[in-house]
Nanobody, 128 residues
Framework: QVTLEETGGGSVQAGGSQRLSCVVS?????????TAWFRQAPGKEREGVAM????????NYAAPVKGRFTISQDNAKNTVYLEMNNLKPEDTAVYYC????????????????????WGQGTQVSVSS
């Protein structure tokens, strides 16, 4: 049973754009408090990129992507998006969608251990 399914990603040149999508399955819709995008580059720890509260739509961003990435959601489609603009080579990573049940905190949204469900990940490669 797939709970979170990411699509999008691929290769792009620096300065380009990509959009990732994450479909949240019906078995957790209504129970999840927030959805986030994380990324993990080779040899590095998984890091939070952006988070959106399921109810209010309020968002949080990591400093390296603020102003370039936008997280949004379409509740009718149970889908969360990550629009990435002005991509840089250092954005190259596997991007993961994650969901947390019941409550989310602005203070800990970027901690992978806080999230209950994960997608399989999608590769984003940015060349210079």
């Amino acid at each position: 049973q797939v709970t979170l399914e990411e699509t999008g990603g691929g290769s792009v040149q620096a300065g380009g754009s990509q959009r990732l999508s994450c479909v949240v399955s019906k078995d957790i819709v209504g129970r999840h408090a927030c959805t986030a995008w994380f990324r993990q580059a080779p040899g590095k720890e998984r890091e939070g990129v952006a988070m959106i509260f399921a109810g209010s739509g309020n968002t949080n961003y990591a400093a390296p992507v603020k102003g370039r990435f936008t997280i949004s959601q379409d509740n009718a489609k149970n889908t969360v998006y990550l629009e990435m603009n002005n991509l840089k080579p250092e954005d190259t990573a596997v991007y993961y969608c994650a969901a947390r049940l019941w409550t989310c905190s602005r203070d800990s949204w970027d901690r992978p251990a806080e999230f209950n469900y994960w997608g399989q990940g999608t590769q984003v490669s940015v060349s210079s």
